[in-house]
């Protein structure tokens, strides 16, 4: 997974949720999945309805650290989106 990165919008919701909970296992989402929206279509999938089941790690790691990761960002642009954030 270290050369490897997928973003996906819109995701296809499976018959029964906990298959995409092991898609994200088997390809180690947490490692390799980047935030990504539709916008700006209307007809988007709501991110929080997969990110409610993640753990914080995950979320962190998909919505901030990845990217920064992936667009060798410098490591403190991590803790400045945070910030932006709670603003």
């Given amino acids: 997974p270290e050369h490897l990165r997928l973003s996906t919008q819109p ?3 499976p018959a029964k949720p906990r298959h995409l909970d092991q898609i994200f296992d088997m390809i180690q989402a947490d490692k390799v ?3 990504s929206s539709d916008f700006p279509h209307w007809d988007f999938d709501d991110p929080f309805f997969i990110m409610k089941r993640w753990t914080e790690g995950t979320r962190r790691n998909v919505c901030y ?5 992936s667009l060798r960002l410098p490591e403190e642009t991590v803790h400045m ?3 932006a954030q709670y603003a």
């Fill in 65 to 69: 650290r990845n990217p920064i990761e």
């Fill in 81 to 83: 989106l945070e910030q």
């Fill in 11 to 13: 995701i296809e919701d």
């Fill in 33 to 35: 999945l980047l935030f």
